[in-house]
T-cell receptor, first 116, second 112 residues
Framework: GAVVSQHPSRVICKSGTSVKIECRSLDFQATTMFWYRQFPKQSLMLMATSNEGSKATYEQGVEKDKFLINHASLTLSTLTVTSAHPEDSSFYIC????????????FGPGTRLTVL | GENVEQHPSTLSVQEGDSAVIKCTYSDSASNYFPWYKQELGKRPQLIIDIRSNVGEKKDQRIAVTLNKTAKHFSLHITETQPEDSAVYFCAASKEGAQKLVFGQGTRLTINP
């Protein structure tokens, strides 16, 4: 199969602090990973495309200085929410594709971020 | 850019009956259309997908149809069971781009 893990699964932090979320592809190499945000009872909204060895591509309206993405290896991408505020509280999910030609995306289990 | 519309937002079906969820897309260059099932607090799980070179694909009780001319695709679930209750999302992407644009989701409830 194609397994993607995320860590942590849940995090609660104080307003103003930074939080790092890790996304790993366990049994395949992912040149590209994607980061989504999902608010309660809403759809998945793409935040950015994470490219191994290069800068991430952010969607319109997503602040690149607030949501720092690093894709240092073919199996690890990280999302850091800097100076988190209560409105950043959400479910953050990453995904990766085993083969760029097939388009099939496999999602991580998500990280529930709560900012107090 | 691509825009995906999904209907209905909620669907309640009697156990054993069929459920149909419909999506339309705007970008004629899109050619990959997956469907995901998401249970509360869990990750989206791919249940079936279709590419633009076929019009229909079936996997046991689940089928997807695609009409490229009209730019719409549908998910069909037959003989529904309580465990089919979840939120279902359609999505679209262009070949090689991998970037998925999701529909708004459909909350499906199967009544025993």
């Amino acid at each position: 199969g194609a397994v993607v893990s995320q860590h942590p699964s849940r995090v609660i932090c104080k307003s103003g602090t930074s939080v790092k979320i890790e996304c790993r592809s366990l049994d395949f190499q992912a040149t590209t990973m994607f980061w989504y945000r999902q608010f309660p009872k809403q759809s998945l909204m793409l935040m950015a495309t994470s490219n191994e060895g290069s800068k991430a591509t952010y969607e319109q309206g997503v602040e690149k200085d607030k949501f720092l993405i690093n894709h240092a290896s073919l199996t690890l991408s990280t999302l850091t929410v800097t100076s988190a505020h209560p409105e950043d509280s959400s479910f953050y999910i990453c995904s990766g594709g085993r083969d760029y030609r097939t388009d099939t995306q496999y999602f991580g289990p998500g990280t529930r971020l709560t900012v107090l | 850019g691509e825009n995906v519309e999904q209907h209905p937002s909620t669907l309640s079906v009697q156990e054993g009956d069929s459920a149909v969820i419909k999506c339309t897309y705007s970008d004629s260059a899109s050619n990959y259309f997956p469907w995901y099932k998401q249970e509360l607090g869990k990750r989206p799980q791919l249940i079936i997908d279709i590419r633009s070179n076929v019009g229909e694909k079936k996997d046991q009780r689940i089928a997807v149809t695609l009409n490229k001319t009209a730019k719409h695709f549908s998910l069909h679930i037959t003989e529904t069971q309580p465990e089919d209750s979840a939120v279902y999302f359609c999505a679209a992407s262009k070949e090689g781009a991998q970037k998925l644009v999701f529909g708004q989701g459909t909350r499906l409830t199967i009544n025993p």
